[in-house]
């Protein structure tokens, strides 16, 4: 049996769904799964946030999703927690296709929903964002720059998203346009603090940008949104 979490469903033929996964061991997985009439309807557990033990068979790479059932209980997401975890999972579904298998990320996956559970910072999103680049091969260094020197927390850096960090002199004047070392230090070890959030999202954003390409995320809208009439 496989374990792994929905990261999207949409109709597909009749009483079947397309499902997107996210598999233990072997990444992305794209699968159809019959849901059932209504008294033995797999449809309440082929859920986001559900984690799930299934099978999966089929030669192509649109496998037939079978013997589902639930692993345990659904990781509770409310709230902020639940648009951040709808974030994740586009963020996956636009940048994993099922050719890259990105096997070590279930792992990534399952903790953060496990953490933001318990208790939201937004410095979770950073290390899954991390997490991510890093299997794509497309996060620069964090320890060295372009020419080989070790990197400083008290250093500024322009990134340069073929190369990486550049160390720049920075005055009091233009240091708002580049990142700091002390940032990227804590970003690498994990230790962000709320005084890093708004230059480590900047960062990741700029970072994503060629995968995610132009096409804004749909989460991103629904939780805007949602502020907007929360403040009403």
Known sequence: MERGYVL?????RESSVLV?????????????????????SIRSIVQPFQPLIFQLQGKSDLKNLKQVEAASPAVPLSGDCLYSGLYLNELL???LTVQHSAEELFFNYHQTL??????????QLRYFELALLQELGTMPSLEYDPSGAEMTASGFY?????HGFMPVIATQYNQHKFFTGEML?????????????AEAKKLMRQLLAPTLGDKPLHSRSLFIKKSASSRK
Do not use: W, Y
């Open 8 to 12: 999207h469903t949409r109709p597909f």
């Open 20 to 40: 997107n996964l996210l598999v233990d061991g072997r990444g992305r997985v794209d699968a159809v799964a019959r849901l059932g009439s209504s008294k033995n």
């Open 93 to 95: 579904i636009r940048c």
């Open 114 to 123: 496990i953490a933001m559970a318990k208790e939201f910072n937004q410095s």
């Open 158 to 162: 322009r990134l340069e998203l073929e």
């Open 185 to 197: 230090f804590a970003l690498k070890q994990q230790t962000l603090s709320a005084e890093h959030f």
